[in-house]
């Protein structure tokens, strides 16, 4: 069995992903993937980028998608 592939690449028609880059004393990437019609915020994660490692946006964003399309997909609903 294949795994599902969480990317960028991957998003569904009709959802829209805003990314939000955080910077204080850790590097934070807040992906939300929000509903084209409705503007209903369907799924919503973050990558936290620990103080030991060199922060990359382009990895933190790849992470936060990743883990918003994992949550899509497995219909968890979200809150704020």
Do not use: D
Request: glycine content about 6%; charged content about 25%.
């Amino acid at each position: 069995m294949k795994r599902a592939k969480y990317s960028e690449a991957n998003i569904p028609a009709g959802l829209i992903v805003s990314i939000r880059y955080q910077r204080g004393t850790q590097f934070v990437t807040a992906c939300r993937l929000v509903h084209k019609e409705t503007k209903e915020i369907v799924a919503a994660a973050h990558a936290i980028c620990s103080l030991k490692e060199q922060p990359s946006k382009k990895i933190g964003r790849a992470i936060a998608i990743g883990r918003a399309l994992k949550l899509y997909h497995a219909g968890v609903s979200y809150h704020e």
